[in-house]
């Protein structure tokens, strides 16, 4: 599945690709490629990688996350830990996905369903010293709410649709909350209970939610609201309860991660009840925000239009 960890190729495939809108010829022409661009943990420094995938009838993509013969996990996959949210090219399409590793039996399946689909990869699943890790890349810019096609205009469509995935974040993690603790019900004897991978599931989808949710609310406090604030001075008092409602969801974060981390052991309905509570509470900051900001925005356009001189003739 993955093309060989060679750094030059590497380099020289990425040209190709981008200035052949996704098509690479030689020993990988035909094959069914992207590029994965990851953010380094501690430096921050971006690192696209080559790799093959399949997609899935539900529109993501499947990767797999090991080399052929070699024992550790690739760079790249330490990457999407820290960072869940990756950017993805392939073919002339360029977007951000959310990027979840699956290493329950449904990952098992998606790993079978690669190798049937990519000839050759038998032989490099066969090869890999220890078991391929699977991950799953979904689109985590949507273009489509609840089937429809959905066209951002202005600003307040595009503070929506960041609720509208936020939202949808939370109750991802309800939901595979829901099946993690089904699983450990079901399993019976000795050993792990099945569907290990569940946890980190959860736990990706929720890193993934809150650096989305500390971004958004980043830009709002140092771009958006002081924008705002001067064409309409009567709502700075708003604006400084959206900031403390920040302050405050910052420490509901840190706490909705503490407990993830922790629901190999913990208990199932002391769990919910905290989980219900902290979603709850995000909900209803988003609902204000909904209720105060986005109706301010109805008339700004989206993307920004660029400042006064900033055309082609104002570069000097």
């Known amino acids: ?92 399409q360029n977007y951000q996905a959310l990027a979840v590793p699956d290493q329950g039996p449904h ?11 990519a000839p050759g990869a038998d032989g490099y699943a066969a090869a890999a010293v220890r078991v391929p ?26 503070m929506t649709e960041v609720h509208t995935w936020l939202r949808g974040q939370l109750r991802q993690v309800k939901a595979e909350t829901d099946a993690h603790f089904a699983a450990r019900t079901a399993h019976q004897g000795p050993g792990e209970p099945p569907a290990p991978g569940l946890g980190l599931q959860i736990r990706q989808r929720c890193l993934a939610f809150c650096q989305a949710l500390e971004f958004h609310h980043t830009s709002e406090d140092d771009h958006l609201f002081p924008g705002i604030v001067r064409y309409h001075p009567d709502l700075g008092d708003v604006f400084d309860r959206l900031r403390d409602e920040h ?13 993830l981390a922790g629901i190999g052991i913990a208990d199932p309905e ?22 105060t900001i986005v109706p301010l925005l109805a008339d700004v356009p989206w993307p920004p239009a660029p400042p006064a001189g900033a055309g082609a003739g104002a570069t000097q």
């Open 270 to 291: 002391r769990f919910r009840t905290e989980l219900d509570a902290m979603s709850e509470e995000l909900s209803a900051h988003l609902d204000y925000e909904d209720e």
């Open 247 to 259: 302050r405050t969801v910052a420490r509901i974060q840190g706490e909705l991660a503490a407990l």
């Open 1 to 92: 599945m993955p093309t060989p960890s060679n750094e030059a190729l590497d380099v020289t495939v990425i040209e190709e690709f981008r200035a052949r809108e996704g098509k690479v010829g030689g020993p990988f022409e035909g094959r069914d490629l992207l590029l994965l661009t990851t953010t380094a943990p501690v430096s921050g420094i971006p690192r696209t990688t080559v790799l093959g995938y399949v997609r899935r009838p539900s529109g993501s993509l499947t990767v797999i996350g090991s080399g052929p013969g070699t024992p550790n996990q690739p760079g790249w996959y330490h990457d999407l830990l820290a960072h869940p949210v990756v950017g993805v090219e392939i073919g002339t």
């Open 107 to 117: 990952g098992r399946e998606l790993l079978d369903h690669a190798v049937s689909a």
């Open 133 to 158: 890790l699977v991950v799953v890349l979904e689109r985590a810019d949507p273009e489509v709410w609840e089937g429809r096609p959905h066209e951002i205009r202005t600003f307040a469509d595009k």
